[in-house]
Antibody, heavy 122, light 110 residues
Framework: QMQLQESGPGLVKPSETLSLTCTVSGDSISGSLYYWGWVRQAPGKTLEWIGSVFYFGTPYYNSSLASRATISVDTSKNLFSLSLHSVTAADTAVYYC??????????????WGHGILVTVSS | QSVLTQPPSASGTPGQRVTVSCSGSSSNIGGNTVNWYQQLPGTAPKLLIHDTNQRPSGVPDRFSASKSGTSASLDISGLQSEDEAVYYCGVYDDTLNGPVFGGGTRLTVL
């Protein structure tokens, strides 16, 4: 049974970089045809896709976050990571990692991590 | 403001049938398949319906969905207390080049 687990600091100072890792078990990042993505949810708000990455190739990003977000993959550790630069209070949210079945004009998040709350505050 | 519009709330009594709507445009629902996610209180979203009307293994057949034009709907029949959750529609948007989500509908079982 596949599982995803987010990890990282729960508190980040404004203007600094938010860094999260998603460890995947029960599936091989480099052995499957899935993308691996990040979705966030600000308190009381809806879901917002941040970006998705295949184990090789260029990641895809939400255009509203593309200038600040970087998603990378470490196949040797079967994990993928998110970095979000120059954070503000508006980036306070629960961050989820998810498996993304992506094909032409379709993106299905079929497995999700439990989520990690990241608060941006001094 | 979400690209996809959902009513903020819905309610029903046990055993009733409830419908949650999701309205979009030609760049998303009008041309692509729709997914639905269920988020129980304090938990991560869970895939409920994919490719407009397909249930993943383990999802009860009380949940069904469809779309027509630029709108989609999720039907829940035989409503149960454990169905209390927020339901989100999600679709790939060809203009934004990525998946987008509706604002979510909070379902209350009275």
């Amino acid at each position: 049974q596949m599982q995803l687990q987010e990890s990282g600091p729960g508190l980040v100072k404004p203007s600094e970089t938010l860094s999260l890792t998603c460890t995947v078990s029960g599936d091989s990042i480099s052995g499957s045809l899935y993308y691996w993505g990040w979705v966030r949810q600000a308190p009381g708000k809806t879901l917002e896709w941040i970006g998705s990455v295949f184990y090789f190739g260029t990641p895809y990003y939400n255009s509203s976050l593309a200038s600040r977000a970087t998603i990378s993959v470490d196949t040797s550790k079967n994990l993928f990571s998110l970095s979000l630069h120059s954070v503000t209070a508006a980036d306070t949210a629960v961050y989820y990692c998810a498996r993304d079945l992506r094909y032409t004009s379709s993106s299905i998040f079929d497995h999700w991590g439990h989520g990690i709350l990241v608060t941006v505050s001094s | 403001q979400s690209v996809l519009t959902q009513p903020p709330s819905a309610s029903g009594t046990p055993g009733q049938r409830v419908t949650v709507s999701c309205s979009g445009s030609s760049s998303n629902i009008g041309g692509n398949t729709v997914n639905w996610y269920q988020q129980l209180p304090g938990t991560a979203p869970k895939l409920l319906i994919h490719d407009t009307n397909q249930r993943p293994s383990g999802v009860p057949d009380r949940f069904s969905a469809s779309k027509s034009g630029t709108s989609a709907s999720l039907d829940i029949s035989g409503l149960q207390s454990e169905d209390e959750a927020v339901y989100y529609c999600g679709v790939y948007d060809d203009t934004l080049n990525g998946p987008v989500f509706g604002g979510g509908t909070r379902l209350t079982v009275l």
